[in-house]
Each structure stands twice: as structure tokens, then as C-alpha cells.
């Protein structure tokens, strides 16, 4: 057991039972005892990694959720992730995070991914990279699909968070073994069909609420359609990297008038 872990769930637990929060999971006997897997998770909202864990919990295990480098960053959460064993994602530079993935594999880890990246506006699957299946080849571990429904309730992109008492109900379904072949090009669209045939069971079994946010387009929600929201995500990438050219425009303009405090400074009486 890992002290530190088990509080963090401990704490984690209070906060769903003050939220109201009514779990429905099934499969968790899908989750191996004992052994390495990459657990596969659709993204709809920020809690999903804090629900996923949940039906590892029979099994007494931990998973190691694959998160953005940012998380790490911070001066509260940083520590906290590291403390759990978590493992930090640069998108800009992925390689580090890949290899530590399936060194945590190798030794019997159980490693979390989201192979849509991003938080899916629609709802709707999103399309999967192919990180998920390369590392379950690499490390000759079996991916193990899992389903959340109805975290997008409590807090997801685009609309305040809803952290007091909602009674919510949020579906979690852990799907069979997918175990690794090759291409991971053949595995990732394995992967992806299973969990969209899993995700759709689970929606037509859930009570939604026509006309609001958090229900797909074809429920009668308001969210946007999956062509709608990727034309979203695309302008988001693009804006990211404008401000990113920005701030780099910014950096190097006072760092060119550093220079040249530099050279006033060496040619005074301290440069004799």
C-alpha cells in the first residue's frame, strides 16, 4: 500500500460522497491483480482520471494516470503527482514520457491514458493517437478499455464547474483485455471501435436532459457536433500557438536589450 495514495483516495472519496455522486460500474474484475496494462479512458470532463481509478480499487491497485507536464508544474499539484507516481506529458517533446510509460509497465504498473489527448467537446469519441497501442507492443501488456459517462456534468471545458452537492450520476465500464499486436495503427482502430461501441451502450442507458450542454447533439443536447468540435479545437491549437510565437517574439526582444545593458556594464571600470 502507498500511504500517500490511499489518502489522496481517502480524501477523494469524502468529496464524491459530499457531492452526491451515484456510481454505477461494472467490469472492475476486468482489472488485473497483479501485472502491467495501459488503461484506455474516453475524456469528457476534468474529473475523468479521479473517476477511472475507481475499479481499480477491488483489485488494490493504483494507476499511474498519464498527465500534462503543467499539472507537475504547479507549486501544490506538482508535488502531489510526483508523490503518486503519476507521469508528466510535454507535448512538445513526448519521448521522455513514452519511455517512462512502459519502464512503469515493464514493473507491473497499471498506466492510465486518454488516446484522444484532449478533452472531447462533442462528447463524442474523439480520434485516437496511437501512444496507447506502442506501448502496450513495447512493454507486452494488454490494453484495457474503459468507459466514463457523466463526468462532463461536474466540470468540463467550456462551462463552470459544478463541485457542490449535484447528484450526479456517472457510468464507469471497464471493457475485456485487448492484448497487443501489431501494427498499432490495427490495435488503435481495434481499440477506438470497442470503446465507441462501449460508450454508446452506456449513453442509450443514461437518462439525459434535452436541450442541456452536457448531452450529445443526438440526444437532443447542445453540445457540439463532433465536425463542430473539432473546427473548435483546431482554432484553440492555433491560438496557442500564436500566443506561444508572442511570447517567444517578447523573450527575445528583452533578451536583445540585455545585450545591450551587457555591453554598456563590460566597457565601465569593472571590465579594467
Keep these: 500500500m502507498e500511504p500517500f495514495y490511499r489518502t489522496i483516495i481517502g480524501v477523494a472519496r469524502t468529496l464524491f460522497a459530499a457531492q452526491g455522486l451515484k456510481f454505477t460500474i461494472t ?3 476486468r482489472i ?3 501485472g ?3 488503461i484506455a479512458i474516453n475524456h469528457t470532463g476534468y474529473m475523468d482520471f479521479t473517476y477511472a481509478g475507481i475499479p481499480a480499487r477491488p483489485s488494490r491497485r493504483y494507476i499511474r494516470f498519464m498527465a500534462k507536464k503543467e499539472v507537475f508544474d504547479h507549486k501544490i499539484s506538482g508535488p502531489m503527482m510526483r508523490a503518486m507516481k503519476h507521469i508528466p506529458v510535454d507535448r512538445g517533446d513526448a519521448g521522455d514520457s513514452y519511455r517512462l510509460a512502459v519502464e512503469a509497465l515493464r514493473a507491473g504498473e497499471l498506466v492510465g491514458v486518454f488516446p484522444e489527448e484532449t478533452i472531447s467537446r462533442s462528447f463524442e469519441l474523439k480520434n485516437f493517437r496511437t501512444g496507447a497501442a506502442r506501448m502496450a507492443l513495447e512493454a507486452g501488456v ?4 474503459m468507459i466514463v459517462w457523466g463526468s462532463q456534468r461536474v466540470w468540463t471545458k467550456g462551462h463552470p464547474k459544478r463541485l457542490g452537492r449535484t447528484n450526479t450520476p456517472i457510468t464507469i465500464r471497464v471493457g475485456e483485455p485487448i492484448e497487443p499486436y501489431g501494427p498499432a495503427a490495427e490495435m488503435t482502430a481495434e481499440l477506438h471501435a470497442t470503446m465507441e461501441k462501449m460508450l ?3 449513453q442509450d442507458a443514461y437518462r439525459h436532459e434535452p436541450g442541456t450542454y452536457w448531452t450529445p447533439r443526438r440526444f ?3 453540445a457540439p457536433t463532433l465536425e463542430e468540435a473539432s473546427a473548435l479545437d483546431e482554432a484553440a491549437a492555433a491560438e496557442r500557438r500564436a500566443r506561444k510565437e508572442r511570447e517567444r517574439a517578447e523573450r ?3 533578451n536583445e536589450g540585455g545585450d545591450g545593458q551587457g555591453g554598456g556594464t563590460g566597457s565601465g571600470p569593472s571590465a579594467q
Aim: aromatic fraction near 0%.
Design 32 to 34: 488485473p491483480k497483479v
Design 36 to 38: 502491467g496494462a495501459v
Design 27 to 29: 467490469g472492475e474484475d
Design 252 to 254: 527575445e526582444r528583452g
Design 142 to 145: 494488454p490494453v484495457i478499455p
Design 220 to 222: 437532443g443536447g447542445t
Design 200 to 202: 454508446h451502450e452506456v
